[in-house]
């Protein structure tokens, strides 16, 4: 038997406990040994839980007993759960997270500390709630040079996005029916400005590549600006709007070259298999020199899925019961060593407004003679939509100096 | 370093050898020492080949050389890759293997053999090549009680399938393409006939569920049968033909009911993530009671794909040195505990022909008053195609003892 902490009692930890109580039999099949939450701790009380007299408020007491093994952390935020993290760490204990915001800030320093102390670090539930995606890539992909990874990595925005696509309905509209249906938040920023989204792929980038960014490095738009007019012309050049978070080596075939990251809203093409991805579902697409294109797709977020990971996480360290697993460092890397996203290739579907149809096809000819212009002459409303070669934003802008209505990536 | 040995140096074989040669590096970055090639097992010469000079004729050189801690088999067959696998085993070195059918019929002998001599017998390449499935199922969803697994696992019928749905070719145009481009072998027999896919259904449902069933035993249709006008009435239905690999509890709520297991074509309507799944690729779904679903995608053949997988066992062995690692024993089951498919519940996509449109509607409304008849009254052409609500096969075919031209399942 194996005895573990909890920590923070919220929809994920109460998950954890319940996937622990329901599938006991099932895990001790699977790892010789039963599971046992020893402590929760929790600002509250639960008295009426079935397991309300587990219930610490002093991580003291959880620290301090030798028989708690594993630590599983699922408080969110950064304070006081980094520190937990790193004292949980520091007193021999492994510890197992769903914390996206402490991986992606501290994820090299709690690595570091977990491997100096002969336990183990893991956030399997960090991205993409249940699906395997971690240890996929840190293991079964470990063969492969991987040179990128694009990720539908935020449930809330893809729910908006398809009522957008699906319904025709404007931002506000899809983003207050997700409201009502509890998938988006009262105060929805860290979904809807790409906020959750970034730290999901900082955390994909270091395990790709290696480096760990900050988050505040890393450009970052949301889905906010996206428009009903936006989607009708995504869908116009045969493609759907997806908030993407990319990561890649600026050159595939050189593992040290410089890595681009961006997250922001992309047209998919219907033949890229993550524009089928709806509703609140996530899904990652990971290329390896090997492997080729490889996709992982479930729910990325809930009680269950979410606690599904990070119980995987805690059985992966009662299968394995040595002390110094092997793991690759990341390695801290500062915004210049960052390929600038200015400068990265990328085709993009433009809107704007102009006076008369002729002659601002004429424009976008002038300054893209390969342009794809998506409006036709007797549909012109007085706003025109194009879909422009390969160049950079920094190119298309200097073409372009006028406010343009909306510049949106189309994923290559 | 690490000394393996290739048994069998044909197109997976070498694929193995490319990726240790071309990525060795980021491998040590990852596990911390190098892979390096002592043998290679094959029966002819290869003079010209960088690693000409490794090249054995005798297992029994391997099999006594302890520097060798690893074996890579890719022999194929059964024997002598069965025999080989065992005695390396009995050796103390560790098998790793993309050989589905000797995982699928030999998998819990060679795992016990392996437990009671602490070595590993790993087979991630034995199911969906490249694509991470076997350590995610086993590990990063050990959490859940699993209850069903979908797959299309093989790439030749799924290119076929593509082709008659996509340019509405005959099976035998499609057949002749597919063989064209290298997809299909001159004697497609194990593809066509679902042979290979129901190898890998098995060894997926023994993970799933902990019961090995002998391929054998398992109901099995290929797509030899699917026709043009098969195709037609699926998409007047809303989905696309399958080739399906499919196991799962008969009772979802209970892990120790009996499992149903089959290969079939199957409908796939277009609201399911593996309608999706075109061409050569492979993508297998997996339901569990904490996670829901979660699908796994990309290719599920081809050299380097398949070596992908293969050294991402060889380094799990490296990653984890510990010589008793908890590994969940398969049981040898018999046909007794599959459940029948004649009974397993199902609506069904029924073609017949018919003299009369009138009397045919009225034949299938008394067996069946929910019918979805799909051929419309001015389309009909002697032929008639309509959708079961669910019903079982053998009812079905007790409502219509004519013989039918073709009956297709519905994936629930």
Chains 1, 2 share one sequence.
């Not at 600002?43 to 309300?52: T, V």
């Not at 270091?206 to 600006?225: C, M, Q, R, V």
């Not at 990319?246 to 410089?258: F, V």
């Not at 040595?322 to 993009?348: G, M, N």
Request: aromatic share 8%.
């Amino acid at each position: 038997m194996t005895n573990i902490a909890i920590l923070g009692f919220g929809v994920v930890g109460g998950g954890v406990a319940d996937v622990i109580l329901k599938n006991n039999d099932t895990i001790a099949r699977k790892t010789g040994e039963h599971i046992h939450i020893k402590y929760i701790l929790d600002l509250r009380e639960f008295p009426d839980h079935p397991l309300g007299d587990r219930v610490v408020h002093d991580i003291g007491v959880i620290l301090s007993d030798p028989e708690v093994t594993v630590v599983a952390e699922m408080m969110g935020g950064a304070h006081p759960a980094y520190d937990y993290s790193r004292a949980a760490l520091e007193a021999g204990k492994h510890v197992v997270t769903s914390n996206k915001e402490v991986v992606a800030t501290f994820g090299a320093e709690l690595q570091e500390i977990a491997a100096a102390h002969h336990v183990r670090y893991l956030f399997e539930a960090s991205v993409g709630g249940g699906i395997p995606i971690i240890r996929p890539m840190s293991s079964c992909l470990a063969a492969n040079q991987l040179f990128e990874v694009d990720g539908i990595l935020n449930g809330t925005t893809n729910y908006i996005l398809t009522q957008m696509i699906r319904a025709g309905k404007s931002f506000e509209d899809a983003l207050s029916e997700a409201q009502k249906k509890g998938y988006a938040e009262r105060n929805p920023k860290a979904d809807i400005e790409g906020i959750d989204a970034c730290r999901k792929i900082c955390i994909l980038s270091a395990l790709a590549f290696g480096k760990s960014f900050s988050p505040d490095d890393i450009h970052t738009e949301g889905i906010t600006k996206i428009t009903a007019e936006d989607v009708a012309a995504a869908e116009m050049y045969g493609g759907v709007i997806k908030l993407i978070g990319r990561a890649g080596l600026s050159n595939t075939e050189d593992p040290e070259s410089d890595v681009f990251m961006l997250v922001a809203p992309h047209v998919i093409l219907h033949d890229n298999p993550l524009s089928s991805v709806d509703d609140v579902f996530n899904s990652i697409l990971v290329r390896g020199n090997a492997v080729g294109d490889v996709m992982f797709y479930g729910r990325g977020a809930g009680n269950l899925p979410t606690a599904s990971a990070v119980v995987a996480d805690i059985i992966e360290i009662l299968s394995h019961k040595e002390t110094d697993v092997f793991v690759p460092a990341w390695t801290k890397a500062s915004a210049d060593a960052l390929f600038c996203i200015e400068a990265l290739p990328y085709a993009f579907l433009v809107r704007m407004e102009a006076g008369d149809y002729m002659a601002a096809a004429a424009a976008i000819r002038a300054a893209y003679p390969d342009a794809e212009i998506l409006t036709a002459a007797d549909d012109f409303k007085g706003t025109i939509a194009f879909v422009t070669p390969l160049t950079t934003e920094k190119a298309l802008r200097d073409a372009f100096p006028t406010p343009l209505l909306s510049v949106i990536r189309v994923m290559p």
